[in-house]
């Protein structure tokens, strides 16, 4: 089993020198999107004796999330995996995962697990706390619970009343409290609060959010943290996921054939879909229509999660730059050749969708071009022709396409 279940206060694990620390996987959903990442976390996690997920390993607490996403780690996890409930983390956790407080003794550093899933921290916990603190043997120690405690970049934490419980708990041995860890926050980042190293992490699946002007999502990968021994010293690093995270899957050839195929009939579908819908909605039957736009919504989550196994995932700052290759060979060449050879076969509806086609894609690199600098990119309108799918910017839009002649009335806009 690698799941263990805290069924103790405190548990000896003398043989475990680093621990990796996993920040909510699951508290947006158990979607194949988000498990993808989960999933190359706990493959990071393996060069460490053990894992701690920091809350939210579940959406909800109940049995079906529970099964599922303890299934899924028994299956990719290569070490022992510890939990601390999150808010998310209701109803049958202790059936699961047992203790909602309890330490791990580790070789030469030790983990206090705290429960502080209802913002505030149980009285269990900071007695067991005290326990740990006072014994002579600990002298290195990471306080981990879901909910930060106050600090300089964020608002959404434990109330100061809070934190003066814990801070009474551990004074008396604040010396021993070498880091303070929690997660919570789909983001990550690094404060002191009374003079202790503050490390918030949530990059374990949930999508990457804002969480001020200084930390921006755009800023932020998907991660996880290790700790380790370092010269006698408790020591830690953020490790990125990188575009190869979790490759297992998509490297059985089998899989990969078949889950290709299945993306390009989902998207099919998901197209199909859409033009249906349209029509729906030009004749008026707009019940109709919303029922197949549904639909094709589907198919696209559908697409996505099948494409999510095989995709090799840039990171999001080389996400834009990795799309230009793609569009540049369709424009200059593929669009061109497919262009020349309709014309010889006498398919001018072919002809004249790839000649479209190219004159888009050649948009659709210059402006990822742009987009690659994520800090000066400041186009906050995009108008797509309906018609043929040109795409245009700038304030002086011509009342026709360029391309095809659609009427300007129909354009489609993408404001920011």
Known sequence: MKIQKADQTVIHLPWVNSMGVIGDPGCEGLGTYNMKVYAGTLEKSAQDDITLIAGDLVPAGNAHYYEEISALTEVIAHNDVYVLRGNHDTGAYTDYFGRKNYALLAKEFSVVVLDNAMR????????????VLAMEEVQQVIIAFHIPVPNHFIRNSVSESEFERLKAAYTPWKSKVKYLLCGHVHSKFEDVVDDIPLICTGGGGALIEDVSEDIRA?????????????????????????????EKERKVPILRENLEKTVASELMAHLKYLMFADRAKRRGMDKIANLFEALAASEYHHARNFYSVIQSKASFGESAKSFIPGEEFEYQYFYKM?????????????????SGAAAAEEIHAELLKEAASIDTFDTDTVYVCPICGYVMTGDHIPDRCPVCGGPKRQFEVFES
């Open 218 to 246: 755009c800023d932020v990968e998907h991660h996880m943290v290790h700790f380790f021994m370092e010269e006698g010293k408790l020591a830690y690093r953020f490790d990125e996921l990188s575009e190869n995270a979790y």
């Open 338 to 354: 497919m262009e020349e050879y309709a014309a010889q076969e006498d398919a001018p509806l072919t002809k004249q969708a790839f």
């Open 120 to 131: 505030t921290f149980e009285e269990e916990g900071l007695e067991l706390l005290k326990q």
